[in-house]
């Protein structure tokens, strides 16, 4: 009896494996077809090259919009964004974004996708950090620039201008920031950790900022940001 339970767990255990298999093979065929449609191959976008939204493109391309299987091609082309440490801790993954010569930060899991700023459409009597609505993949999203809303002078949107697709409890809002740096692990180290020094446009919607190889980053709240109570109320 010993012998045929461990029979069935050996073909249980083949099963999955053999299924994960398949399905790691026809994720790399659709991220293969979806590079040679990006115009390049994988060969010539390596993890020093790759950005997070080059990165975003590509799945899409592929039909690929999840943030965890992005995570997956991540890895997969050499980007080294595993999600854990060297000591098998989970760390999470930041999208890392510039804002009033800042460097701000969003969880990756909150970030549905960085786009390229194209055709937005105005709503008449709504506040100036309200830009309008954009059509994006069949849904409407409402498009809100982030220097404005944080009561920052507004610039023009530049070709460096990325909007970020935020996600919170079924709540989505995209915001206009001033560009995206990387996608990298940052460990949320309480010790390490400043609830103090944020700067006052981003206090409210912040859980603090956290030094990285020199740089002070500052750890926006997507639940605060999202569901503040001026975000819903846009109208002039």
Known sequence: MKDRHKAKNGDAEAS???SEMRVRATTT????????SFGGGQDSLTGETLTPEVLTQIAHRAGITSTAQISELARMMGMNLGMSDSGGISVPQHIIFALNES???????????IERITD???????????????????????VVDLRG?????????????????VTNREMTIG?????????????LDQKKLSS??????????????????????????????????RMHRYHA
Not at 105 to 113: A, E
Not at 175 to 187: A, P
Request: with cysteine; hydrophobic share 45%.
């Open 16 to 18: 999955s494996d053999s």
């Open 120 to 142: 937005v459409s105005t709503v008449p009597n709504t506040l100036s950090w309200v830009l309008g609505i954009i059509h994006l993949r069949g849904s409407i999203l409402s």
């Open 29 to 36: 065929e659709a991220l293969q077809k979806a590079l040679r």
């Open 175 to 187: 915001l206009v920031v001033d560009g995206v740096t990387e996608m990298r692990q940052l460990e």
């Open 196 to 229: 103090t020094s944020a700067p006052g446009w981003a206090a409210p919607y912040a859980i603090g900022t956290i030094n990285v190889d020199g740089r002070a980053i500052i750890m926006f709240d997507p639940e605060r940001l999202l569901f503040a109570e």
């Open 149 to 165: 809303f944080l009561g920052l002078p507004s610039q023009p949107i530049s070709p460096r201008s990325r909007l970020l697709v």
């Open 103 to 113: 460097e701000c930060t969003f969880p990756s899991g909150s970030v549905q996708s």
